[in-house]
């Protein structure tokens, strides 16, 4: 099973900004769709950002114009850029990779 490295959260103002990263063991990586989840509090998982092996992201309609998902695919890693951040954007982040389990995710917290 495909292992997961989540890092890059914290406590961030309004307005601020955070760079996510995830990076996946085994070279099939760079072969497949990967990108990030995220719960908020009390809420359930949702769609963040999915990015396919030759770059095309898609992204959820919170987040357009904000976030940006890119991808290392020599290094099998997943990347979420995240600027203008919004209090409602705190949540456990969590790398998505289809065939892993979900991991221990990363905090993000936005807060003055």
């Known amino acids: 099973q495909v292992q997961l490295v989540e890092s890059g959260g914290g406590l961030v103002q309004p307005g601020g900004s955070l760079r996510l990263s995830c990076t996946a063991s085994?070279?099939?990586?760079?072969?497949?769709?990967m990108g990030w989840f995220r719960q908020p509090p009390g809420k359930q998982r949702e769609l963040v950002a999915l990015i396919i092996s030759g770059g095309i992201a898609n992204y959820a309609d919170s987040v357009k114009g904000r976030f940006t998902v890119s991808r290392d695919n020599a290094k099998n890693t997943v990347y979420l850029q995240m600027n203008s951040l919004k209090p409602e954007d705190t949540a456990v982040y969590y790398c998505?990779?289809?065939?892993?389990?979900w991991g221990q995710g990363t905090q993000v917290t936005v807060s003055s």
């Open positions: 085994g070279s099939a990586s760079s072969t497949v769709t």
């Open positions: 998505y990779h289809p065939f892993s389990s």
